[in-house]
């Protein structure tokens, strides 16, 4: 049960790593300020709901170290380990966002909605912030569905978003192969099970 509950906690800090980007953790950092200011407590001091003392730099290497000694891996096979790790993660957060980084386009508001753009435009405030960065070639698309584009346009588009879902599935494979090929047979199984193989 112990080592059942450790497999799944280090599945969860796996999926952690790969939706969660940093940099739109440090914008909902920054713009938490404007929320709170009346009071340190408040969301944008660092209070429930906040994001003013997330450090998500400091949260990534306390996973990653959490990483190594699941892995048992020493300090030189980590040298190898992390940044081969680190790139297959960054991959899968880009294969994610190429398929999901366009979820906004279902959060949007009933058309003849007097508020719909400004409801739209935080959505995917939103969603950029928790989520996958999109893939330009998905929003593209997004775009092209709401002007109510030619059918000739969506479908270049469309092969536009499967080309590039194509190319970030390779980057990602190529990028496992180079990892697998630093493992021993115990950490590519732990690694499989928490997602990121």
């Given at each position: 049960?112990?080592?059942t509950f450790?497999?799944?906690?280090?599945?969860?800090?796996?999926?952690a790593?790969?939706?969660?980007?940093?940099?739109?953790?440090?914008?909902?950092r920054?713009?938490?300020?404007?929320?709170?200011?009346?009071?340190?407590?408040?969301?944008?001091?660092?209070?429930?709901?906040g994001?003013q003392?997330?450090?998500?730099?400091?949260?990534?290497q306390?996973?990653?170290?959490?990483?190594?000694?699941?892995?048992?891996?020493?300090?030189d096979?980590?040298?190898?380990?992390?940044?081969l790790?680190?790139?297959?993660?960054?991959?899968?957060?880009a294969?994610?966002?190429?398929?999901?980084?366009g979820m906004g386009?279902?959060?949007?508001?009933?058309?003849?909605?007097t508020?719909?753009n400004?409801?739209?435009?935080n959505?995917?405030?939103?969603n950029?912030?928790?989520?996958?960065?999109?893939?330009p070639?998905l929003?593209?698309?997004?775009?092209?569905?709401?002007?109510n584009?030619p059918?000739?346009?969506?479908?270049?588009k469309?092969?536009a978003?499967?080309?590039s879902?194509?190319?970030?599935?390779s980057?990602?494979?190529?990028?496992?192969t180079?990892?697998?090929a630093?493992?021993?047979?115990?950490?590519?199984?732990?690694?499989?099970?928490?997602?990121?193989?």
């Amino acid at each position: 049960m112990k080592r059942t509950f450790k497999t799944a906690l280090f599945a969860v800090m796996a999926a952690a790593l790969v939706v969660i980007p940093q940099n739109a953790m440090a914008q909902g950092r920054g713009q938490g300020g404007q929320r709170g200011q009346g009071g340190q407590g408040g969301p944008g001091q660092g209070g429930p709901g906040g994001f003013q003392n997330f450090d998500p730099a400091q949260m990534r290497q306390r996973m990653m170290e959490r990483y190594q000694e699941e892995l048992g891996a020493s300090k030189d096979e980590w040298t190898v380990i992390e940044p081969l790790l680190t790139d297959v993660m960054e991959k899968q957060r880009a294969a994610s966002g190429s398929r999901f980084g366009g979820m906004g386009m279902m959060m949007r508001p009933p058309r003849g909605n007097t508020q719909g753009n400004d409801q739209q435009a935080n959505n995917r405030q939103r969603n950029n912030r928790f989520g996958p960065e999109p893939d330009p070639a998905l929003e593209a698309l997004q775009q092209a569905i709401e002007n109510n584009a030619p059918a000739a346009e969506l479908k270049t588009k469309i092969a536009a978003v499967e080309a590039s879902r194509k190319k970030a599935q390779s980057e990602l494979d190529a990028a496992k192969t180079k990892l697998r090929a630093v493992l021993t047979t115990v950490q590519e199984a732990k690694l499989v099970a928490a997602g990121n193989l």
